[in-house]
């Protein structure tokens, strides 16, 4: 469960670093806004997303955690197919106003998903293992979240497109929610057996 909790948690920080890193340039390019302008909406918009994102995830992870099976895993899985889903629209659909909404619905459900990932990976690890289990979920999390700007670079330099690039974080994106289909099915028994100290 901790790979696949990592891993996806690592991905899913690639697509947030390269979408934050990168936005203002795509609503430039793509809407025509000035620079300044498109950093200040994204900047606005994603904060807004990510508090309401925050809220709703933890307060959903937290009602059915060890009452409904693989529930933290199951409430990220969907906050991040929000999230995957809505990333993708931004890329494709034009329009300003559309592009904006969906940011802030991307935002929500990524930021609905950390919390209860990141309490999840405390919950599979034992006590007396926290120290390196967590070291090695941070290590993940700041090379995914490097690695995102750098990808939708890389893309847009040889393609010569910004959406183009921006579509290169969708694969990674929709692979986080299928290595959570995955590690649901360990969860509960990881987490009993962490708890236990085995």
Not at 10 to 22: D, Q, R, S
Not at 69 to 84: D, H, T
Request: glycine share 16%; charged share 10%; net charge positive.
């Amino acid at each position: 469960s901790l790979r696949g909790i990592t891993l996806s948690l690592a991905l899913l920080y690639l697509g947030v670093g390269g979408l934050f890193y990168w936005l203002p340039t795509l609503l430039e390019r793509t809407e025509d806004m000035a620079y300044d302008t498109a950093a200040g909406v994204a900047g606005g918009v994603g904060g807004v997303g990510i508090v309401i994102g925050i809220i709703l995830g933890s307060r959903i992870g937290d009602r059915g955690h060890g009452v409904k099976p693989g529930w933290r895993i199951r409430v990220s899985l969907w906050f991040l197919l929000v999230g995957a889903i809505s990333i993708t629209g931004v890329v494709v659909l034009p329009g300003v106003a559309l592009r904006i909404g969906l940011v802030a619905l991307a935002c929500v459900g990524f930021a609905g998903a950390i919390p209860n990932l990141t309490a999840a990976s405390a919950d599979v690890v034992p006590a007396a293992r926290r120290g390196l289990g967590f070291a090695a979920v941070q290590f993940l999390l700041s090379l995914g979240g490097a690695l995102g700007p750098f990808l939708i670079g890389v893309v847009s330099d040889a393609t010569g497109s910004i959406n183009i690039a921006f579509l290169a974080l969708v694969p990674p994106l929709f692979a986080s929610v299928l290595i959570l289909r995955w590690a649901a099915h360990t969860y509960d028994e990881d987490a009993r057996k962490a708890l236990a100290g085995t």
